[in-house]
């Protein structure tokens, strides 16, 4: 079955460091999205993807990269961790369904990171 | 443009009771509208969605919910709750046609008391 999935599951890293969240999908969708998940704020975009060599900023992407080199992975960077990046990042991937972009969205199972 | 309101942050229910989540959209176009379910420690994952056709619209676990365009809203029920629905639920929208982005409400935590 298609699936797509996220590592680590669990991060703690330190102030300053560089850190990158694996996400990978095997639905053969050209759309992939992060998002970030805190309390009160619900789901925020932080960057998103249309294809391979395509990248767009969300409304949080201060802060946060992505590449996308090939269909399968968008893997998120933070260049110099925060403690108020401190978050559950979700990644998600969305395509075609029956010649029509639904928009439909397959969500991974979550990483939660933590910036001391 | 989109957007989304989730009415209530926090609806509790007894177990056996109907679930009502509410949901309200705005949209220039013809929508697309989704609700997803997240339990504890997971992602997402869909519920049901409204594109075109019937607007009472059946998904998993006996939940459903009905597209009304001159109320703009798409609220979510069920008819007896269980214990196992207890989770954080997300409606969406997104544009026929348009961005691949949907925009998401805030969410609602629906809590089941035996």
């Known amino acids: 079955d298609a699936e797509i999935t996220q590592s680590p599951r669990h991060k703690i890293t330190e102030t300053g460091r560089q850190v990158t969240l694996a996400c990978h999908q095997t639905?053969?969708?050209?759309?992939m999205f992060w998002y970030r998940q805190d309390l009160g704020h619900g789901l925020r975009l932080i960057h998103y993807?249309?294809?391979?060599?395509?990248?767009n900023k969300g409304e949080v992407s201060d802060g946060y990269s992505v590449s996308r080199s090939n269909t399968e992975d968008l893997p998120l960077t933070l260049e110099s961790a925060a403690s108020s990046q401190t978050s559950v990042y979700f990644c998600?991937?969305?395509?075609?369904?029956?010649?029509?972009?639904?928009?439909?969205?397959?969500f991974g199972p979550g990483t939660r990171l933590t910036v001391l | 443009a989109q957007s989304v309101t989730q009415l209530g942050s926090h609806v509790s229910v007894s177990e056996g009771a109907l679930v009502l989540l509410r949901c309200n959209y705005s949209?220039?176009?013809?929508?697309?509208l989704f609700w997803y379910v997240q339990y504890p420690n997971q992602g997402l994952q869909l519920l049901l969605k409204?594109?075109?056709?019937?607007?009472l619209v059946k998904g998993i676990n006996g939940f459903e919910a009905e597209f009304k365009k001159s109320e703009t809203s798409f609220h979510l029920t069920k008819p007896s709750a269980h214990m196992s629905d207890a989770a954080e639920y997300f409606c969406?929208?997104?544009?026929?046609?348009?961005?691949?982005?949907?925009?998401f409400g805030r969410g609602t935590s629906l809590i089941v008391h035996p």
């Open positions: 993807s249309y294809g391979v060599q395509d990248t």
């Open positions: 998600a991937s969305s395509g075609l369904a029956g010649g029509l972009a639904i928009n439909e969205q397959f």
């Open positions: 969406a929208v997104s544009l026929s046609g348009g961005s691949y982005i949907p925009t």
């Open positions: 409204y594109t075109t056709g019937a607007t």
């Open positions: 949209s220039s176009v013809p929508p697309y």
């Open positions: 639905w053969n969708h050209n759309n």
